[in-house]
């Protein structure tokens, strides 16, 4: 779901996403969510030099205990090599999700789009995403700051306040690449529509 349209161009679009899950304690929790972004999200690939999307994936976590902690160790060695992911134990949020967010990469042109998109370990992915379709819009209209995939028309409620929301006026994009999302103004929205950012699925336009 975009945040508040543009010609789409023939060439084949160029990105690189990085996707930062959050992890406290929820090695299962974790090992799904990857499960479910593998099986509905991403193709994994080296580059993006012929064109698509490239994924990378860091999980930011925190281990209380030696036994979390081997288990987040039996989940990294188990996804690694199909997600090309990376785990990094908190040490220093701050500087660590900043180096998750802004590292340079060598083989990375400096005209291809970059983006970001957090989410946590207990957000699962249900259903196929188009994730070009949605950068697209993000990197071709200026009006649209933020994709929010988690949202969808069919939620009214907001579990964290126990409310009733009250839903924007959504309008189709005309993006020919597009997978069916939808357009709104924040401000008409109330809790989760109103949100200008989150840690469920929330993706933004970096740079280029």
Not at 101 to 119: D, G, I, N, S
Not at 120 to 143: K, N, Q, S
Not at 168 to 184: I, N
Request: aromatic share 12%.
């Amino acid at each position: 779901m975009a945040d508040r349209e543009s010609a789409v161009s023939a060439d084949a679009f160029r990105a690189v996403i990085d996707v930062v899950v959050f992890s406290k304690d929820r090695s299962f929790q974790l090992s799904e969510t990857l499960r479910s972004l593998h099986a509905n999200v991403i193709v994994p690939t080296l580059d993006c030099s012929d064109g698509g999307v490239q994924f990378r994936v860091t999980v930011l976590f925190k281990a209380t205990s030696p036994r979390l902690q081997e288990s987040y160790n039996a989940i990294e060695e188990h996804w690694r090599p199909k997600l090309f992911v990376s785990f990094v134990e908190e040490t220093d949020f701050e500087a660590q999700l900043w180096d998750a967010v802004v590292r340079p990469t060598a083989k990375l042109e400096a005209a291809t789009p970059r983006f970001v998109m957090f989410t946590v370990d207990d957000a699962y992915f249900v259903r196929p995403w188009d994730a070009a379709g949605a950068l697209r819009i993000l990197h071709e209209d200026p009006h649209v700051y933020a994709y929010h995939v988690k949202l969808h028309p069919a939620i009214t409620y907001s579990h964290p306040a126990d409310k009733i929301l009250s839903l924007p006026a959504l309008r189709r994009t005309s993006h020919e690449s597009d997978d069916g999302s939808f357009v709104f103004t924040r401000a008409e929205g109330t809790y989760d529509w109103n949100y200008p950012w989150d840690l469920a699925g929330f993706v933004s336009f970096l740079c280029c």
